[in-house]
């Protein structure tokens, strides 16, 4: 069992920054496609940002040019760096492998984005 736990978030005007991370009970990131999620309200969770094995990343086109995701396979530590963040950025993210597994899911971090 993986327990991965967000954190980071927080309230923060538009055109603001902050820095989510993810820190994951062991070493996952290494073995797996590692994405960034995120659920508005009223809304489905998306997948907004993966990195790969390899180190490839992708982005949703909501977010690109904005976010970068990274991680530290020696930390078990994913990160998620917003910037020029906009109220329509207001979610809870989330962090899981790719595709998401149900019993990876976390609580979340919740992002403010205030206009």
């Known amino acids: 069992q993986v327990q991965l736990v967000e954190s980071g978030g927080g309230l923060v005007q538009a055109g603001g920054s902050l820095r989510l991370s993810c820190a994951a009970s062991?070493?996952?990131?290494?073995?797996?496609?590692m994405g960034w999620y995120r659920r508005a309200p009223g809304k489905q969770r998306e997948l907004v940002a993966l990195?790969?094995?390899?180190?490839?990343?992708n982005y949703a086109d909501s977010v690109k040019g904005r976010f970068t995701i990274s991680r530290e396979n020696t930390k078990n530590t994913l990160y998620l760096q917003m910037n020029s963040l906009k109220p329509e950025d207001t979610a809870v993210y989330y962090c899981?492998?790719?595709?998401?597994?149900?019993?990876?899911w976390g609580q979340g971090t919740q992002v403010t984005v205030s206009s």
């Open positions: 062991r070493s996952i990131f290494s073995i797996n496609t």
């Open positions: 899981n492998v790719i595709p998401g597994l149900n019993a990876y």
């Open positions: 990195i790969t094995t390899g180190g490839s990343t």
